[in-house]
């Protein structure tokens, strides 16, 4: 039940400007210039889409996504007050006593303006309005303590200072530059009669960008970047951006077009690919979209580049991944239903297990309406019949899309193991016929690679990575997925229920819950 920022991920869709990303070493010794980085930058707008393209897009398809953009919008034009300085709330989560969180990042900052500049666009508010918007996000940013020019990872939005411990995330700090770039673009096309405060906001942006100096988060010897900075143990982190399939190249192109970096850097970036139904395409990290998708919004793509092939790759193994555990495709980092002492959703990476390095993907699927959206302009139809099926989960709400559901058992000390183990072998033994009220009509078994139809009997194989889990498909289109832990003494129950109302579907969790 919530619409999560966090490292820029948000549900809205930006009047098309997804596109892809470079792949040649750029030219020059030392990198693009400002002007060069314009033409790289600027994103793309739907009247800029080939007739091809726009083949693909019907009206009915286009007043979707406006609908779908035009609520998203609300989010920032409501949160982005005087009282919260301008600042975005990074998320909002409807079950939680405080709705809104006090904190902001870098990268917030960065899609707040682009939400701005998207709404002006798109018709939702007036030049007027969105200068004086610009203005005062800016003027706030001018105002934040920084280090080398860098934005702090986290601020109160109330009270504008930084989070402890303070840290300078390399990501967020690529991308929100990136966003100033493309800002900086937006008032460079501008015909309007306010030419003095654009002019003043253009080389207010200049400066904020100059001042931004990525050589410190830069590691000489291993010609990467470190993920970040950490101001209290006054060190890089000794961890590093080393992956092409990346979201931290926006970073290395930003770095390397300011003169920040030496351009062998991008030569530097892993280029290592996989195979899937014989097609190629690049490895990322956790095998999210967010890592192929997101620099898109900003940056284009050359028809058969690398990156253009691995964005292809990637969205149709989302599609393929999701096709085969019968579930909406868009997996990527997310909220997830798992809470703190304060109510909060816990927040991490979920991608396909083939496109990863990391381990583990296989044992837990999240579905993001941001991890679909994100190929808007590469498949804009299926984007729509996705978003549409998420609808019928009920992730529509007054922000965005959202779902939730889980329950854990915790069996401790050998005793406990063995109960796990014997509970999931049970479970496949005796297989139950219905959960309370809820009629079990398949069940996918990913250790044993089979679906079972309970209403004719039939079995049928499902070629997956293999997985000690079980899901149960169940009437009035609720599910419930179980797995023991990989890491603590506990079996896990994963649950998602349909209803009419957010009422309903409160009291049918429960329900589910109930007679686990």
């Given at each position: 039940?919530?619409?999560?920022?966090?490292?820029?991920?948000?549900?809205?869709?930006?009047?098309?400007?997804?596109?892809?990303?470079?792949?040649?070493?750029?030219?020059?010794?030392?990198?693009?210039?400002?002007?060069?980085?314009?033409?790289?930058?600027?994103?793309?707008?739907?009247?800029?889409?080939?007739?091809?393209?726009?083949?693909?897009?019907?009206?009915?398809?286009?007043?979707?996504?406006?609908?779908?953009?035009?609520?998203?919008?609300?989010?920032?034009?409501?949160?982005?007050?005087?009282?919260?300085?301008?600042?975005?709330?990074?998320?909002?989560?409807?079950?939680?006593?405080?709705?809104?969180?006090?904190?902001?990042?870098?990268?917030?900052?960065?899609?707040?303006?682009?939400?701005?500049?998207?709404?002006?666009?798109?018709?939702?508010?007036?030049?007027?309005?969105?200068?004086?918007?610009?203005?005062?996000?800016?003027?706030?940013?001018?105002?934040?303590?920084?280090?080398?020019?860098?934005?702090?990872?986290?601020?109160?939005?109330?009270?504008?200072?930084?989070?402890?411990?303070?840290?300078?995330?390399?990501?967020?700090?690529?991308?929100?530059?990136?966003?100033?770039?493309?800002?900086?673009?937006?008032?460079?096309?501008?015909?309007?009669?306010?030419?003095?405060?654009?002019?003043?906001?253009?080389?207010?942006?200049?400066?904020?960008?100059?001042?931004?100096?990525?050589?410190?988060?830069?590691?000489?010897?291993?010609?990467?970047?470190?993920?970040?900075?950490?101001?209290?143990?006054?060190?890089?982190?000794?961890?590093?951006?080393?992956?092409?399939?990346?979201?931290?190249?926006?970073?290395?192109?930003?770095?390397?077009?300011?003169?920040?970096?030496?351009?062998?850097?991008?030569?530097?970036?892993?280029?290592?690919?996989?195979?899937?139904?014989?097609?190629?395409?690049?490895?990322?990290?956790?095998?999210?979209?967010?890592?192929?998708?997101?620099?898109?919004?900003?940056?284009?793509?050359?028809?058969?580049?690398?990156?253009?092939?691995?964005?292809?790759?990637?969205?149709?193994?989302?599609?393929?991944?999701?096709?085969?555990?019968?579930?909406?495709?868009?997996?990527?980092?997310?909220?997830?239903?798992?809470?703190?002492?304060?109510?909060?959703?816990?927040?991490?990476?979920?991608?396909?297990?083939?496109?990863?390095?990391?381990?583990?993907?296989?044992?837990?699927?999240?579905?993001?309406?941001?991890?679909?959206?994100?190929?808007?302009?590469?498949?804009?139809?299926?984007?729509?019949?996705?978003?549409?099926?998420?609808?019928?989960?009920?992730?529509?709400?007054?922000?965005?899309?959202?779902?939730?559901?889980?329950?854990?058992?915790?069996?401790?000390?050998?005793?406990?193991?063995?109960?796990?183990?014997?509970?999931?072998?049970?479970?496949?033994?005796?297989?139950?016929?219905?959960?309370?009220?809820?009629?079990?009509?398949?069940?996918?078994?990913?250790?044993?690679?089979?679906?079972?139809?309970?209403?004719?009997?039939?079995?049928?194989?499902?070629?997956?990575?293999?997985?000690?889990?079980?899901?149960?498909?169940?009437?009035?289109?609720?599910?419930?997925a179980v797995r023991p832990s990989g890491t603590e003494p506990k079996i896990k129950y994963y649950i998602g229920v349909k209803g009419n109302s957010q009422e309903e579907a409160d009291e049918m969790l429960e329900q589910l819950e109930n007679n686990i």
């Amino acid at each position: 039940t919530a619409i999560a920022l966090s490292d820029g991920k948000v549900t809205i869709c930006e009047e098309g400007n997804i596109q892809g990303y470079v792949t040649e070493t750029p030219r020059g010794e030392n990198g693009f210039g400002f002007d060069e980085i314009f033409e790289l930058l600027d994103g793309r707008t739907l009247a800029e889409l080939s007739q091809e393209e726009k083949n693909n897009i019907s009206q009915i398809q286009t007043e979707y996504f406006i609908e779908v953009a035009k609520r998203t919008f609300a989010y920032f034009e409501e949160n982005l007050t005087p009282d919260n300085n301008y600042l975005i709330p990074d998320n909002y989560q409807k079950d939680r006593k405080q709705k809104f969180v006090d904190r902001t990042s870098s990268t917030n900052i960065g899609l707040s303006l682009l939400a701005i500049i998207t709404g002006y666009d798109l018709g939702f508010i007036s030049i007027s309005k969105t200068l004086i918007l610009i203005d005062n996000i800016i003027k706030t940013v001018e105002s934040l303590e920084k280090w080398n020019g860098h934005l702090y990872n986290w601020y109160n939005i109330k009270t504008k200072n930084p989070l402890f411990p303070r840290y300078i995330s390399t990501v967020d700090s690529g991308n929100f530059v990136g966003y100033l770039f493309v800002l900086k673009g937006f008032l460079k096309e501008l015909t309007t009669d306010e030419n003095k405060i654009v002019n003043d906001l253009s080389l207010r942006i200049d400066k904020l960008i100059e001042n931004t100096d990525f050589s410190v988060l830069y590691s000489k010897s291993h010609r990467l970047f470190s993920i970040g900075f950490n101001i209290e143990e006054n060190k890089l982190t000794d961890s590093y951006y080393d992956l092409l399939a990346s979201e931290a190249r926006q970073t290395s192109l930003i770095a390397i077009a300011k003169k920040d970096v030496p351009s062998k850097h991008w030569n530097s970036l892993s280029r290592t690919l996989t195979i899937l139904n014989n097609k190629k395409g690049l490895i990322s990290w956790s095998g999210t979209s967010f890592e192929y998708l997101m620099p898109n919004i900003n940056i284009p793509r050359f028809k058969g580049s690398l990156l253009d092939e691995s964005c292809k790759f990637a969205i149709m193994s989302q599609i393929e991944y999701a096709k085969k555990a019968g579930i909406p495709w868009g997996i990527s980092e997310a909220a997830f239903n798992l809470k703190d002492f304060n109510s909060n959703y816990q927040y991490k990476a979920f991608g396909i297990p083939w496109l990863g390095l990391k381990r583990g993907l296989a044992d837990e699927m999240v579905v993001s309406s941001y991890g679909s959206i994100l190929a808007i302009n590469d498949i804009p139809k299926e984007t729509v019949e996705n978003l549409r099926k998420l609808e019928k989960y009920g992730m529509y709400k007054k922000y965005g899309f959202y779902k939730e559901g889980v329950k854990q058992i915790t069996l401790e000390g050998i005793d406990g193991a063995d109960k796990i183990k014997n509970i999931m072998s049970n479970l496949r033994e005796n297989a139950p016929k219905k959960f309370g009220n809820f009629q079990v009509e398949r069940i996918r078994d990913y250790e044993n690679q089979t679906i079972l139809d309970l209403k004719t009997n039939k079995i049928e194989k499902i070629d997956m990575p293999k997985s000690n889990v079980l899901y149960y498909e169940l009437s009035n289109d609720a599910w419930l997925a179980v797995r023991p832990s990989g890491t603590e003494p506990k079996i896990k129950y994963y649950i998602g229920v349909k209803g009419n109302s957010q009422e309903e579907a409160d009291e049918m969790l429960e329900q589910l819950e109930n007679n686990i």
